[in-house]
């Protein structure tokens, strides 16, 4: 992605989809590997490559949602189906997504003290990974952005 040759990139988050669902428990890698092949689809800009996005990005909430939308990654897939509604100029559908990634926000700073108490609440063994401070002010910066520069847009 991050050399623009998005066709290898979607070929190789393909690959990564395919190991990511051979593992059932992972269930938030399976979503954030969803939400990257989205993104990466949403660059290449076929109408095709658009459909599949937001397919990928319904997977995405949908496991999030069940798994109580707690992952700090669950903001970045909202605010993601706000960006691909906004790429068709469905702005009524991209509102509706950038408020929940506003409410993400208030929850995120909500999460920050407890993270610091004790760190092991934002453990992932999954990912092998924690959710601390610096993790959930990606998360609100990630958020803020859509809702400063792609909200505003709209309005």
């Not at 609100?140 to 859509?146: G, K, S, V």
Request: glycine content about 6%; aromatic content about 10%; charged content about 30%.
């Amino acid at each position: 992605q991050e050399m623009q040759d998005y066709e290898s990139a979607r070929d190789m988050l393909l690959k990564a989809l395919v190991i990511a669902d051979s593992f059932k428990e992972a269930i938030i890698p399976q979503a954030t590997t969803r939400a990257n092949l989205a993104a990466t689809l949403l660059q290449i800009g076929t109408d095709e490559a658009y459909k599949q996005a937001i397919q990928y990005l319904k997977e995405a909430l949908a496991v999030h949602e069940k798994d109580g939308g707690g992952d700090f990654h669950y903001g970045a897939v909202l605010v993601a189906m706000g960006d691909a509604y906004s790429f068709k100029q469905d702005y009524v559908n991209a509102a509706v997504f950038y408020e929940k990634g506003l409410a993400e926000i208030e929850n995120a700073r909500n999460t920050i003290p407890l993270v610091e108490y004790d760190s092991r609440l934002g453990y992932e063994p999954s990912m092998e990974y924690m959710c601390d401070r610096e993790h959930l002010e990606w998360k609100i910066r990630l958020t803020e952005r859509a809702v400063n520069e792609e909200l505003v847009e709209l309005i």
